[in-house]
């Protein structure tokens, strides 16, 4: 199975969307193709592509397949992101004391 890049396969929203879908319950390729209009063939394309970098996963049952989110991978997008993340929010807090200065001097 070709590993490929988590980042590459969020960067488009189509996937984002088809992540948030499965996140909420897992869903088959149809169920999934129904919430696009694009074809069949073209989100299976983009399931693929979401399968390789292990932010889905499926499981058979019976004769369907059925796509789940895999909330371990997210959680290393989420912690490669975390000190990104700590950063700003440093940055609006700063920010939002320099406006309460700013309003209390004014007063």
Not at 36 to 57: G, N, P
Not at 68 to 81: G, Q, R, S, T
Not at 84 to 100: A, H, I, M, P, Q
Request: with cysteine; proline share 4%.
């Amino acid at each position: 199975m070709i590993r490929r890049d988590v980042f590459q396969a969020i960067a488009d929203p189509t996937r984002r969307a088809i992540l948030s879908l499965i996140a909420l319950q897992a869903m088959t390729p149809n169920t999934l193709a129904e919430h696009f209009d694009s074809s069949r063939q073209a989100v299976s394309k983009h399931i693929k592509i979401l399968t390789e970098c292990e932010l889905i996963r499926q499981e058979q049952s019976g004769r369907e397949i059925y796509y789940h989110f895999n909330p371990k991978k997210m959680k290393e997008i989420a912690n490669w992101l975390e000190p990104f993340t700590r950063f700003w929010e440093s940055r609006y807090d700063n920010l939002d004391n320099v406006l309460k200065q700013l309003k209390s001097k004014t007063k």
